[in-house]
């Protein structure tokens, strides 16, 4: 069956740090991979996805980047956090006949 | 712009009843559609899909689909405390990679 990871599970940097949050996904090849950030008490905002390694798409301009260096492997960086990019940083997969997706565990980054 | 509405809630029904939460799509193009189940602080659960007009019954939930008026529903028959969480409704159109989600409705169930 199939599994992803999402770590850290929680992490608080201040204000221009940089971040590294990491994604893999076992028991699949060549998922599509999503990157999700969702702000306290909202929806859920589509940062980036992956249809191959390379591949990335950007859904939202902002100091985040993205990067798929394996097939199961997504990784969400930044040179230089804000504020405003606290909040629950969820990784998806997809790639069943149906289209299902499925969620990571998730990230709660706190940015002070 | 393609959206997925939901009412924000909170729905409260009793321990048994029937609770019904309901999802409207703009993009006719839609052709598979999902509902999640978010406790709070936790990731998001796929508990449904549903591609095909009518209903798909797993369990206590019941997803049903009307393409023609672009609604999408989920009942939970008798509903329990340990449903009380937000439900998310998600679209995907076909030739695309990108779900559409919508804000969810908070669901509480009355012991």
């Known amino acids: 069956s199939q599994t992803i990871h999402q770590w850290p599970a929680t992490l608080v940097q201040p204000v221009g740090s940089p971040l590294s949050l990491e994604c893999t996904v076992e028991?699949?090849?060549?998922?599509?991979l999503y990157w999700y950030r969702q702000a306290a008490g909202r929806g859920l905002q589509l940062l980036f996805y992956?249809?191959?390694?390379?591949?990335i798409s950007s859904e939202v301009p902002q100091n985040l980047s993205a990067s798929r260096p394996q097939d199961r492997q997504f990784i969400l960086s930044s040179k230089k956090l804000l504020l405003s990019d606290s909040g629950f940083y969820l990784c998806?997969?997809?790639?069943?006949?149906?289209?299902?997706?499925?969620f990571g565990p998730g990230t709660r980054l706190t940015v002070t | 712009q393609k959206e997925v509405e939901q009412n924000s809630g909170p729905l409260s029904v009793p321990e048994g009843a029937i609770a019904s939460l309901n999802c409207t799509y703009s993009?006719?193009?839609?052709?598979?559609f999902f509902w999640y189940r978010q406790y709070s602080g936790k990731s998001p659960e796929l508990i449904m899909f549903?591609?095909?007009?009518g209903d798909k019954e797993d369990g206590r939930f019941t997803a049903q689909l009307n393409k023609a008026s672009q609604y999408v529903s989920l009942l939970i028959r008798d509903s329990q405390p340990s449903d009380s969480a937000t439900y998310l409704c998600?679209?995907?159109?076909?030739?695309?990679?990108?779900?559409?989600f919508g804000t969810g409705t908070r669901l509480k169930v009355l012991a």
């Open positions: 549903i591609y095909s007009n």
């Open positions: 998806a997969w997809s790639g069943g006949l149906d289209y299902e997706q499925y």
């Open positions: 992956s249809v191959g390694i390379g591949q």
């Open positions: 993009d006719r193009g839609s052709q598979s």
């Open positions: 998600a679209v995907i159109t076909s030739g695309t990679y990108k779900y559409i």
């Open positions: 028991g699949t090849s060549n998922p599509n």
